[in-house]
């Protein structure tokens, strides 16, 4: 499975970014697909991630009702629409993909096989 991530870029307090994930190669119906960030000095940290065989989302508390993410079906393509962004937003975002994850265990890095590029993502007040 490859990954390929984009739309990063900077903007201003208040305004939108949607980052996008295209994947190619096998990908499987078990899969789960998910955003990761890592701010300047602080490891890598869970924002969100869609279970394909349930069709369940699921979200860290900082960016509960500003971001979303959803999957184009036949682009085979995860995106984040992040809104009303803040500065503590501001960091390289991962796309991730790993397969057979349980509630417990998909927030975490080390569960997920394939990684994107990273996008950057520059927040200023």
């Known amino acids: 499975v490859q990954l390929q991530a984009s739309g990063g870029g900077l903007v201003q307090a208040g305004d939108s970014l949607r980052l996008s994930c295209a994947a190619s190669?096998?990908?499987?119906?078990?899969?789960?697909m998910a955003w990761f960030r890592q701010a300047a000095g602080k490891e890598r940290e869970f924002v969100a991630a869609?279970?394909?065989?349930?069709?369940?989302?699921h979200y860290t508390d900082s960016v509960k009702g500003r971001f979303t993410i959803s999957r184009d079906n036949v682009k085979n393509t995860v995106h984040l629409q992040m809104n009303n962004l803040k500065p503590e937003d501001t960091a390289v975002y991962y796309c991730?993909?790993?397969?057979?994850?349980?509630?417990?265990?998909?927030?975490?890095?080390?569960?997920?096989?394939?990684w994107g590029q990273g996008t950057q993502v520059t927040v200023s007040s």
């Open positions: 991730a993909y790993g397969r057979r994850l349980i509630l417990s265990t998909l927030r975490s890095p080390n569960m997920y096989d394939y």
């Open positions: 869609l279970r394909r065989s349930f069709g369940s989302t």
């Open positions: 190669g096998h990908t499987f119906v078990d899969a789960t």
